[in-house]
């Protein structure tokens, strides 16, 4: 089985800085594209990043350029690193796998969520 | 880039159909038939159940089923069940911003 777990989550001031985690297995990690998406509480969901399986890495505007993404394939992990929080960076923040290895395909697998909460 | 546009809520009585639309642009779901719908039930993450529009991932009846017709694609669940009741999301590969959701619809199977 594909599974994804995310770790990394907690609460953090404004201004401060956060790395995510997410173990994947059941499949050829090497082989694939990932992304990260977030939930706002009681809101919709917001796509993060991508990352190719190769280092080529795709962000949304409206994470201002404050987000790096990366992986290590030796491990099987994928990361995300926060810069200059704010508050409205407070969310759920899933890992997902596309379905193929192009990374704009339909995510296929999450993950169940690490949250960040970002206040004073 | 605004989010895909859902209406807040739909329902329907056990056994009946209830379509929900999912409005956007020719930026994304009138120039691209990658239109994905996710289903989330309480606390829970997002679960696939359709891609490429139409396309079912192995395990999801064929009770839910997908549509398009330029800016504008739906999701249709026939024959409701009390276990259908969740928000549902649609998504849409974006020429601007990669991806693009929309803002959700719950779903109350009355």
């Known amino acids: 089985d594909v599974q994804l777990l995310e770790s990394g989550g907690g609460s953090v001031q404004p201004g401060g800085s956060l790395t995510l985690s997410c173990v994947a297995s059941?499949?050829?990690?090497?082989?694939?594209?990932m992304a990260w998406v977030r939930q706002a509480p009681g809101r919709g969901l917001e796509w993060v990043s991508s990352?190719?399986?190769?280092?080529?890495?795709y962000y949304a505007d409206s994470m201002g350029g404050r987000f790096t993404i990366s992986r290590d394939t030796s491990k099987g992990m994928l990361f995300l690193h926060l810069n200059s929080l704010r508050a409205d960076d407070t969310a759920i923040y899933y890992c997902?796998?596309?379905?193929?290895?192009?990374?704009?395909?339909?995510?296929?697998?999450w993950g169940r969520g690490t949250l960040v909460t970002v206040s004073s | 880039q605004s989010a895909l546009t859902q209406p807040p809520s739909a329902s329907g009585s056990p056994g009946q159909s209830v379509t929900i639309s999912c409005t956007g642009s020719d930026s994304d779901i009138g120039s691209y038939s990658y239109v994905s719908w996710f289903q989330q039930l309480p606390d829970k993450a997002p679960k696939l159940i359709l891609f490429e529009v139409n396309k079912r991932p192995t395990g999801v009846p064929d009770r839910f089923s997908g549509s398009k017709s330029g800016q504008t694609a739906s999701l249709t669940v026939s024959g409701l069940r009390a276990e259908d009741e969740a928000v549902y999301y649609c998504?849409?590969?974006?020429?601007?911003?990669?991806?693009?959701f929309g803002n959700g619809t719950k779903v109350t199977v009355l």
């Open positions: 059941g499949f050829t990690f090497d082989n694939h594209a």
């Open positions: 990352i190719s399986s190769g280092t080529i890495t």
């Open positions: 997902s796998k596309p379905r193929t290895n192009w990374p704009f395909d339909a995510f296929e697998t």
């Open positions: 998504c849409s590969y974006a020429r601007v911003n990669n991806f693009l």
